[in-house]
């Protein structure tokens, strides 16, 4: 048995997983107010309440931002108000258990990849389109490592689709994720009509037959399918899993993606690349996280 700790902007989720199975599960609501303190103090009660007397080795941490594998730290996120807090170290105080940590994305993606829609692939990348795009690569298990923290590379939803585009929240412009993301759904629709409509109702109203929200997924269409050539040119994985908020409205827009990403990449027509949607939902961070190797 072991822990998984998955920590967002609004909430934390901790749960205690038997292999791929959460066996129980709590939630701990944050917010951006709370302080790094305030969250241990949580974690302390919530913890013991999930173990419920259960016998765990090892407690796994998913959470946004930059993470300090090696050194077991959240170095920043722009949804948490906290720097350089050593959130592995308080953890282990409070279990005396070995702790791992990574970057939920990250974190989802291994466990996609090791009991979910990558199961039985060596190589695997994971695409998560919500507010942002996220994103891993996981290659026989283990997930790829960056320089000097360990979990800062694969930042996919940065890299440039449209020289002089759209303000990214990174603060750079034409990044992928102002223009495939969840909220870049929203502003292509709101551009297109001048009517504000959630990415849900969006998709939804493609699957209908509208005009301008098929117009909204057109442009996901073509700047999603240039990011993922680029992300397959780079790292040539046998499986492309699209998760996140949009996974749901992946009837719509992933059999296109497909035939154009195979279109656009080197030698798709000798050796393409497959396409899914993530299987694991809410619990992918806690389980992945669970996964994950000690600091």
Request: some cysteine; charged content about 25%; aromatic content about 8%.
């Amino acid at each position: 048995m072991k822990i998984g700790i998955d920590l967002g902007g609004m909430s934390a989720k901790v749960g205690i997983c038997d292999g791929s199975e959460v066996v129980r599960s709590a939630k701990i609501e944050t917010g951006r107010d709370i302080t790094f303190e305030e969250l241990i103090d949580a974690l302390k009660v919530t913890l013991e309440s999930v173990a419920a007397g259960e016998d765990y080795d090892f407690v796994g941490i998913s959470s946004c931002g930059f993470i300090d594998r090696k050194g077991g730290a959240i170095v920043y996120s722009n949804n948490i108000p906290w720097k350089n807090k050593p959130f592995a170290s308080e953890v282990n105080k409070i279990t005396g258990k070995p702790v791992g940590i990574a970057n939920d994305a990250k974190c989802a993606a291994l466990a996609e990849a090791v009991f979910g829609a990558g199961k039985g692939y060596e190589s695997v990348c994971m695409l998560t389109l919500g507010t942002g795009v996220g994103g891993a690569f996981v290659y026989e298990g283990k997930l790829t490592e960056g320089s000097v923290y360990r979990d800062v590379d694969c930042h996919f939803g940065h890299m440039t689709v449209e020289h002089e585009g759209r303000l990214c929240t990174c603060g750079r412009r034409g990044c992928l994720e102002a223009y495939a993301s969840a909220t870049a759904v929203m502003n292509t629709y709101r551009e297109i009509t001048g009517k504000s409509l959630t990415a849900k109702e969006i998709i939804d109203g493609a699957r209908l037959g509208g005009k301008a929200e098929n117009k909204a997924v057109d442009s996901l269409v073509e700047y999603l399918s240039d990011g993922v050539a680029n992300i397959v040119n780079a790292f040539r994985p046998e499986l492309v899993i699209i998760g996140g908020g949009l996974a749901g409205g992946a009837d719509v827009f992933l059999d296109r993606i497909s035939v154009t990403v195979n279109e656009r990449i080197f030698g798709g027509s000798f050796l393409p690349v497959k396409f899914a949607t993530a299987k694991l939902g809410n619990d992918a961070g806690i389980i992945g996280a669970t996964l994950l190797e000690s600091v």
